[in-house]
C-alpha cells in the first residue's frame, strides 16, 4: 500500500469512526474525557476495511491498527526498594550479631524495573498493570516520541491488576476505547508494549478464546507475590491471544484491527517465564469501569449480587437437579444480600444479565463487576424451567448501597503490611519487663511483612524506628511519618515472648 494511501485511510478512520465522549468529573469540575467507540460503529468500519481491496474475513494490513495504537503505548520504569533478608552466618554462633544495630529483617535495596501503559486521556491518564507499579517509589514514563515525564500514581486495584498514573500533558495521543463485548473468537488483534525493554515493539495474532479464567491473580494474591492489600475477590475474564507477548509487555495495548483498545496485556502461559503461546488480556469492559472509578473516587467501587455461584455443565446440572446445560446456579442467597431482595433464591440458574448470554463464572463475576453500588442489572434466570426477569440493584461490600471512601493515607501505609495487632495487657508487659508494646496477632501472607521478612505472630512491636508504640493507631501514626519524611525503609523492633533478646526487622515503606 502507498504511503499517501495508508495516511489518508488512517484520517478516513479517525473521520468515518463514531466516537462519544465518556465525561466524568474529579475534583471541582474538572473534566475528564475518555474517547469511546459506539457501539454502532463496527459496520462502517468493516466497510472501510474493505475498501483497502482486502476480501472480508481476511486479514487486512496490519500497519493501520499499529500507527493508531502505537503512539498511545507509553514504557514505564519504576524505581522501588526491596528488602533483602540476612541469613545469619556460622560466625554469628559465636560473636553474636546485634541484629537491632544491623537491622535483623534485611537491609532495603534499590530495584529497576519497567513496564508498559497506555494513555486514555488527553491529559495524561494512563492505564496499565497493578504489579508493574506497584511498590514504585520513583515512577518515569517515556512517550512514543522520547518524551520523558515523572508520573504519580492515581490510584490501583489488586482485584483486577489495574493501576492509573498521571503525567502531565496536553494533548496526548489518547487510545479509543473499543468495545471488548463485541470481540469475536478468531479475531486478528495486535499486542503492543515494551517487551525486554524493546520500545515500542508489535505482534499480531488472533483471539483464541474470551472470559478465560486462569487463577494468576488469586495465586499471586495468597502467595504474596506483588498483589499485597487485596480486600475483593479477583475478578479473571481475560480474552486469550496467540499474539507474542513477554516481560515489558504487561499493561500495554491489545487492540483490534480498527485501533481501538480491547485489552490490556497482562499474563502469559508459561513454563519458563517467556512466552509459550498464549497470552491474557484485561478486557476494555473492566478497563473502563475500574479506571474511571480509580480517578473520580481514588479507589473501585464494586457491586455486589450477593449469591454463591456455581458454574453450569451437564455433570453439575444433574447434581444439583436442573434441566439448563449452562449459566450459573444459585448455590445460596443470603436474606441480606440484594439478591434475595429482589428475588432471587437458592436454586435458580441466572442464564443472562443486562441481556448478556452467561456461560461461565468469570463472565458472571465481570459483568456484575462493571457495576457500582446503588446501580440496577436485569437478570433473567430460570426458576423450574420457568423463565422470568429480575431487577436487582446491587449492595457494596457491607451490604449497603453508598459508595466506598477511600482509605486513608496512613491506614493504607500499615494495610500494605498485611499484620492484624491486639493490645498487650499490663500483667503481661510487667511480666516481661515492657512500658509498652502492641502484639503481632495475625499475619497476612500476601501483606509485606510476609514478603519482606520473617516476622512472626506473636512479636509483641515496642517501637517503630525511634518512635515507642503502644497501640495501633501509634503504628499507623509512626510509618506514615515515616513515610512522610521520605524514608526509604524503616526498622520494626520487638520482643517475643520467652525470648530475652530484641528483634528489630527491615520494612521499605
Known sequence: MQPQWKSAIIAV??????????????GEGRNVVLKEVSSSSGGSLSKLTNFTGTPQGT??????????????VVHIKVQSTRVRRRTPSFFDQFFGFDEEMFGGGGRPQQQESSGS???????????????VVEGGEELEVVTF??????AKLVGNDPSTDLAVIKIEGKKMPSLVLGNSDQVRVGEWVLAVGNPFNLESTVTAGIVSAIGRNINILRERAEGGNGFGGVTDSPIESFIQTDAAVNPGNSGGALVNLRGELIGINTAIASPNGAFAGYSFAIPSSIVKKVTTDLIKFGN???????????????KVAD?????????????????????????IRKGDVIERIDGIEVRSEPRFRELIGRKRPGEKVAIQLSREGKSREVMVELRNRDGGRDL????????????????????????????????????VK???????????????????????????VNSQKDVETALNQAKANREDGVLVCGVYKGVTRNYCYAIAL
Do not use: W
Request: hydrophobic share 40%; proline share 3%; charged share 20%.
Open 13 to 26: 478512520l479517525a473521520s468515518v469512526t463514531t466516537l462519544v465522549g465518556y465525561h466524568f468529573f474529579v
Open 59 to 72: 486479514p487486512s494490513d496490519f500497519t493501520l491498527a499499529a500507527e493508531l495504537a502505537s503512539p498511545s
Open 117 to 131: 501503559g497506555v494513555i486514555i486521556s488527553e491529559d495524561g491518564y494512563i492505564v496499565t498493570n497493578n504489579h
Open 145 to 150: 516520541d522520547k518524551q520523558s515525564y515523572v
Open 300 to 314: 473501585v467501587q464494586r457491586g455486589y449480587l450477593g449469591i454463591v455461584p456455581r458454574e453450569l455443565n451437564t
Open 319 to 343: 447434581e444439583v437437579g436442573v434441566k439448563n446445560s449452562f449459566g450459573i446456579y444459585v448455590m445460596d442467597a443470603p436474606e441480606s444480600g440484594a439478591a434475595y431482595t429482589a428475588g
Open 404 to 439: 466506598m471512601k477511600k482509605e486513608s493515607a496512613s491506614a493504607s501505609v500499615f494495610g500494605r503490611l498485611g499484620i492484624e495487632l491486639e493490645n498487650v495487657d499490663a500483667a503481661t508487659k510487667e511480666r516481661l519487663g515492657l512500658r509498652n508494646g502492641v502484639r
Open 442 to 468: 495475625k499475619i497476612n501472607p500476601a501483606g509485606d511483612v510476609a514478603k519482606q521478612t520473617e516476622i512472626e505472630e506473636g512479636l509483641i512491636i515496642t517501637r517503630i524506628g525511634d518512635v515507642r
